[in-house]
């Protein structure tokens, strides 16, 4: 296939292709593309981020749409509100010389009402986010019972963020007859059962190899004590002094803190998280688009679907919890034919889980060196040389100051001017490094070692430091509640984090750890907003049950660290004995990830 136009779409379509700088198909349009046009079978694309699986999908809808009539034929699950405007706003450009397609995005966090309207209006093909688009079929603004075609896109980061409820939910109303075509960059075992079980002999096609990183991208981790990893953050910005690049961070909090010190100290970033408004985002996104915002910290909620094509540098301040979002990351990188890197900075603690990236991604990383002080001023001041070698002088201009200019330098030598020259630009920058130490922690020992003794390692390191500051904080940070609602009431750590998250008074509460049991759930929440919870769940109404909350007596220090630990440890007696009556299901959800569900 080597041009759009042998694809055989309609004119209108192939025009605006054209406009959009489309000239031949990506691999997975190549495949999809003709499949979906000729056959009604179910399909299954697997391909990174940045492939062109929204047009892969789109178009032959599109194609097929019945533009005279007005329901809703064609419905695109996303797990993000910035990639369900962005796959409309791909649509409607690709529809723009079809004025009777009507795409529309339904989304949480802006007007429902505005929505609703739109929605009655009456469209083809609509593109929603989970939760918003459960609403709306519940009250009836929303009827999927007409459907050709339902996309999943990005069906692993909305399994990862906890939306199989609402998945099960929303294709529950959708009929039997229909395509179902779930688009994926990675194949995770709770894909292929979702697979298995909403679709019917899926083809399955793949671009790329499965699971791969981006050919582009250089993978390096640098090894640090957990209190020097802003630090090196830093280090690194100020040796790639034109760095374009999204810092990810875990968690809403670490994504705040990480931007305010950047800024702080005076470099080009800004934070992009949940608690920002959709204008405050869009403002950033577009900053960050046009190249005046450098970098961009962000949680990987909030990045899902951005579309920037140059990206230097991608940064995991903190790695994912699932390893399956660190190819969603880097894959923001070495897009477009160009090179990109993608760093993670680890404490040695946590080296096990770059062989655990590395086997997924099937590629290995380099161990980089952070650079010393001495490095970073000879590079600063290098590439400040280099930059006025190149300046262009205006002649012109500058001709009626120069008298007076060398009236007064008369006195300094060349020497001497260039001396001051480079003091002014840089004293901010040497003084900085004066004595800067090494940031490396390199007791990890060499890399082969720290393949086999990684578990040996592991647990010295926690007896010799006393575990990591993260436990110990954590422990500090929440409280914890028992609530009187589980899986037989249909919670879900995305309802749970919602409730909490709909209280009006503390919009802004970070949630830690949650977990469901059959009859009842535990969830971590910010010690200072203990108080405010209960008064403001308990008694509440939940699906015809009375919300009952109580705080639990904090947990023993050594228990805390085992649970942290996450599954691998639930061997270890502690956290067994605690998870009591709870069900395989519950210790499965907590092993694939429970933890990630905290609000970002
Ligand atoms: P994915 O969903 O696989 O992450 P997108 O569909 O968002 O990828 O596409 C990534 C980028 O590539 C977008 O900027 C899109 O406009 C562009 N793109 C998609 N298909 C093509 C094509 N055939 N030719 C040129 N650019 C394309
Ligand atoms: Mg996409």
Not at 65 to 79: G, H, R
Not at 334 to 348: E, F, P
């Amino acid at each position: 296939m080597e041009t759009f136009a042998e694809l055989g779409l309609k004119e209108e379509v192939n025009e605006a292709l054209k406009d959009l700088g489309f000239e031949k198909p990506t691999p997975i349009q190549a495949q999809a593309i003709p499949h979906l046009l000729t056959t009604g079978g179910d399909l299954v694309a697997l391909a990174q981020t940045g492939t062109g699986k929204t047009a892969a999908f789109s178009l032959p809808i599109i194609e097929q749409v019945d533009l005279n009539e007005k329901t809703v034929q064609a419905f695109i699950l996303s797990p993000t509100r910035e990639l369900c405007l962005q796959i409309a706003k791909d649509i409607q450009k690709f529809t723009k010389n079809l004025r009777k397609i009507k795409t529309i995005p339904v989304y949480g966090g802006a007007r429902i009402d505005t929505q609703i309207k739109e929605l009655l209006a009456g469209g083809q093909i609509v593109v929603g986010t989970p939760g918003r688009v459960c609403d709306m079929i519940r009250r009836k603004k929303l009827d999927l019972s007409h459907l050709k075609w339902v996309v999943l896109d990005e069906a692993d980061e909305m399994l990862s963020m906890g939306f199989k409820d609402e998945l099960d939910f929303i294709l529950e109303t959708t009929p039997d007859e229909k395509q179902t075509l779930l688009f994926s960059a990675t194949m995770p075992k709770e894909i292929a059962r979702i697979a298995k079980r909403y679709m019917t002999n899926p083809h399955e096609i793949a671009a790329g190899e499965k699971n791969s990183g981006a050919k582009n991208v250089t993978h390096i981790y640098y090894t640090m004590q957990h209190r020097n990893k802003y630090q090196a953050l830093k280090r690194i910005a100020d040796v790639n002094p034109n760095i374009y690049s999204i810092v990810f961070c875990r968690t809403r909090r670490e994504t705040k803190e990480v931007a305010d010190m950047l800024v702080q100290d005076g470099y080009n970033a800004d934070a992009l998280h949940g608690d920002l408004s959709q204008a405050q985002r869009d403002v950033v996104m577009h900053r960050l688009r046009s190249k005046r915002l450098q970098i961009l910290v962000a949680t990987d909620v909030a990045a899902r679907g951005i579309d920037v094509d140059s990206l230097t540098h991608v940064i995991n301040f903190s790695l994912p919890d699932q390893i399956e979002a660190y190819t969603h990351r880097s894959g923001r990188t070495g897009r477009a034919g160009n090179k990109g890197i993608s760093i993670v900075l680890v404490t040695n603690r946590e080296t096990h889980k770059i062989r655990q990236i590395e086997r997924k991604i099937g590629k290995e990383f380099e161990k980089g060196v952070i650079p010393k002080g001495r490095e970073i001023c000879e590079i600063r001041l290098m590439s400040l040389i280099e930059g006025l070698k190149q300046v262009e002088v205006d002649e012109e201009n500058i001709k009626e100051f120069l008298p007076a200019i060398y009236e007064n330098l008369n006195d300094l030598s060349k020497e001497d001017v260039i001396k001051k020259f480079v003091s002014v630009e840089f004293n901010r920058i040497l003084s900085y490094y004066k004595g800067a130490r090494d940031l490396n922690d390199s007791s990890g020992g060499s890399r082969e070692r720290d393949r086999n003794k990684n578990d040996r390692r592991d647990k010295r390191d926690r007896r010799d430091r006393g575990g990591d500051r993260n436990y110990d904080d954590d422990h500090l940070k929440y409280a914890r509640f028992h609530i009187n609602l589980g899986q037989k009431n249909n919670i879900n750590p995305a309802r749970l984090m919602g409730m909490i998250n709909d209280i009006p008074e503390i919009s802004k509460v970070e949630i830690g750890q949650i977990e469901i049991f059959k009859k009842f759930s535990f969830f971590d929440v910010d010690k200072e907003y203990k108080a405010q919870i209960e008064k403001a769940l308990n008694g509440q109404d939940f699906d015809g049950a009375t919300i009952v909350v109580e705080p639990v007596k904090e947990r023993p220090k050594s228990k805390s660290r085992d649970r942290k630990r996450g599954g691998d440890r639930s061997d270890r007696g502690g956290y067994k004995k605690r998870r009591g009556g709870g069900s395989d299901r519950a210790h499965r959800a907590k092993r694939d990830g429970f933890k990630k569900k905290r609000r970002r």
